[in-house]
């Protein structure tokens, strides 16, 4: 079969041919028809300091994916061929007091599909069932190879209540843009959305926000009062990793703010801790998606009309994945999908 293949002491991925992987008694082995390109699948590509000291290389990469059942392990029931599935990349480990207690979110020792388990970038994958998510009948392919990265959107823009309240996304990344959907859906007064690519303050628009700021000439405080707000927002999400974005958070929010930090800095970073403590505020962090509460909401809230199909913006045949990284690579662009197959 394809795979894209990370080889060990090289920038790039490899077009391999590869043997199909064999399901073990617990695993469930998927065609796959969709995949799309995330940050982590870049950094491993870039083969950079994170990737070399992570990656088990040579490996097949990839964890965001859609695809059909075609096969199950002598252990596996409850699932059909033909199905349509993806999969929690968060492979737990079952015995931590976090898992036994099923709070599978919380492993001390998860591993990642793509990152040091093969991966989905390929004809084939093998996943354990009990990663296996299987999506509503008659879901467009598309839409369900992006539950990985929509599924830290949801988790992330629902950790607080945004009923009527005032929300600030800082990065229009494609998990901001789909936190922008998901917020204006649960009932945000106001979803302002920040960054510092006009290509995607565009397509923010697109995805709920009332308004789109370019943070490199337009000041949030400035913003504050044209939506008529007088002291500050009442939720904020961190979506770009960015130290100034952090501090735009700081400086924008209420007394009491809830603050849900998904964006991975590449350094550490000072923060004005006193306005943490004065503003009392409530940070959180978070990582990967609840197994499976998250993806529960996923499916419900693509069901009662949240639509994320703008956040795609290319998509590319196999052949042509290197023009598909570039295109990730650049930030002229949402979501990036690579076509594997069509549904049977
Ligand atoms: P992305 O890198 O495509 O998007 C980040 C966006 O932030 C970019 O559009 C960038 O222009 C913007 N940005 C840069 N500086 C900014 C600033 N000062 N103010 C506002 N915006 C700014 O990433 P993504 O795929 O959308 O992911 C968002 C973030 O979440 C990334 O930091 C990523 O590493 C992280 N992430 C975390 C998890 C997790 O489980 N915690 C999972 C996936 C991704
Ligand atoms: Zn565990």
Redesign the pocket.
């Known amino acids: 079969m394809r795979a894209l293949v990370k080889h060990p002491n090289e920038v790039g991925l490899r077009l391999d041919d590869v043997e199909v992987p064999a399901p073990g008694p617990d695993d469930i082995l998927i065609k796959v028809l969709t995949t799309g390109i995330?940050?982590?699948d870049l950094h491993i590509f870039n083969w950079d300091d994170w990737a070399r000291a992570t990656v088990p290389a040579p490996i097949t990469v990839g964890h965001e994916f859609s695809g059909e059942i075609m096969g199950v392990g002598s252990n596996v029931s409850g699932f059909e061929i033909g199905e349509l599935v993806g999969a929690e990349g968060h492979v737990v480990c079952n015995r931590c007091r976090n898992c036994l207690a099923g709070r599978r979110h919380l492993c001390y020792d998860a591993r990642g599909i793509g990152v040091n388990l093969p991966g989905a970038f390929a004809d084939y994958v093998t996943i354990p069932k009990s990663n296996v998510w299987r999506h509503q009948e008659g879901l467009d392919p598309e839409i369900a190879a992006l539950f990985d990265?929509f599924g830290?959107a949801v988790h992330t823009a629902l950790e607080f209540d945004v009923l009527g309240e005032d929300v600030l996304i800082?990065?229009?990344?494609?998990?901001?843009?789909m936190a922008c959907a998901v917020v204006a859906h649960a009932g945000a007064r106001n979803v302002v959305i920040?960054?510092?690519?006009p290509f995607?303050l565009d397509l923010a628009k697109r995805m709920g926000a009332n308004r789109a700021v370019d943070?490199r000439v337009e000041d949030l405080h400035d913003i504050q009062v044209e939506l008529g707000m007088t002291e500050g927002f009442d939720v904020a999400l961190e979506?770009?990793?960015?130290p100034?974005?952090m501090e735009?958070i700081l400086q924008n929010t209420i007394h009491g703010a809830n603050i849900a930090i998904?964006?991975?800095?590449s350094d550490p970073f000072p923060i004005d801790w006193s306005v943490v403590i004065f503003n009392m505020l409530n940070l959180k962090?978070?990582?990967?998606r609840e197994m499976f509460e998250t993806w529960y909401k996923m499916n419900v809230l693509i069901q009662s009309g949240v639509d994320i199909s703008p956040v795609i913006t290319h998509r590319f045949e196999v052949d042509d994945f290197e023009a598909a990284f570039e295109a990730t690579a650049s930030?002229e662009s949402g979501k990036v999908l690579i076509r594997w197959a069509d549904p049977a």
């Open positions: 995330c940050g982590t990265p830290n800082t990065g229009a990344g494609p998990i901001g843009l920040t960054d510092v690519n995607r943070i979506m770009s990793g960015s100034s974005a735009d998904l964006g991975i800095p962090g978070i990582y990967g930030k």
